[in-house]
């Protein structure tokens, strides 16, 4: 689960994480308002989206009055914001964040992010704050740091120093203040089980003190029951609704650019189908695990989510049987053609547990667009084919 910046800066308030005051607006005269209430001469007005670029985009602008906080406000309240993190569909501004002018003298970049290779948390950072961090790891690697932490020991002097060494900083005072506050940014992130902190960019002040001008979060939804006051900051208005709906009948659901919709169980097996596909010369429309306990009224849900995409030309089911039985998946398939228009080609391979009995159930079903496949690969041909429009 996201939360927007203005919310996680309000998660690290808690934490004594300094950021810059702000106020939530929906309207733009509640933005000039929050300007008034803030006070000052320089204001910024930045859009609210579960996304990141939002600057290169159009949706942050710096005013120098009320009147220029206005405008904005209205310029950007309603606006469809495109940055490289929503795709082409962009994502509505609902609202808008009015924060009080910084001392700027440097931008850095830092991030308390999972690393699934080390198995642990890493902290990244980086002297290039402000810009895409994706750029930068492609471009100047080398300019990016990570320090692995072990949670069994938390975060140590020793990951401090490295920090600040890595980063350049050479004053005394700023290197303790940088400490602080990456030893905080840990503790929030272990504390509340996040998945992701980036603040892009951390700033360093005239003063020499560090401040999270930008706030980026997301926790892992498994783990919300633990926190009530985190699960209460969900914007379901920033979520894909198709995406939500699957989750409601125990669906894994993402959507993706393809033609070839898939439906699987188990993630590992969906990551490959998805493999297999792009290796067959096709594209995956979405990922969908359907989970150890499907039955005909999931399997019926996942094909109506997925050809709710119109681009989709094909479905392949791929489903290795365990504690989902193939008959079962088989009779969800057939159930599934009755509640829903299955319009497109299906090509199923079941394999595992009483596989032979689903072979004999779509068999004797006689549908037409049902292709039986004989393992993986010949499913994946046959789905690419198939989308084509090939026999």
Known sequence: MNIHEYQAKQVFAKYGVPTPRGIIANTPDEAVANAKELGGNIWVVKAQIHAGGRGLGGGVKLAKSL????????????MTLITHQTGPEGKLVQKVYIEEGADIKDELYLSVVLDRAAEMPIIMASTEGGMDIETVAEETPEKIIKIAIDPAFGFQ??????????????????????????????TLYMENDAEMIEINPLIKTGAGDFIALDGKMGFDDSALGRHPDIEAMRDITEEDPDEREASQYGLSYIALDGEIGCMVNGAGLAMGTMDTINYMGGTPANFLDVGGTANAETVAKGFEIILKNPNVKAIFVNIFGGIVRCDRIANGILEATKLVDVNVPVIVRLDGTNAAQAAVILENANIDNVIAATDLGDGAAKAVAAAKGEK
């Open 157 to 186: 002097g020793y990951h401090g120093r490295e920090l600040v060494f890595g980063l350049g900083i050479t004053d005394k005072a700023e290197q303790k203040k940088m400490i602080q506050f990456a030893q905080k940014l840990y």
């Open 67 to 78: 009147e220029e906080v206005k405008e904005l406000a209205q310029e950007i309240l309603g």
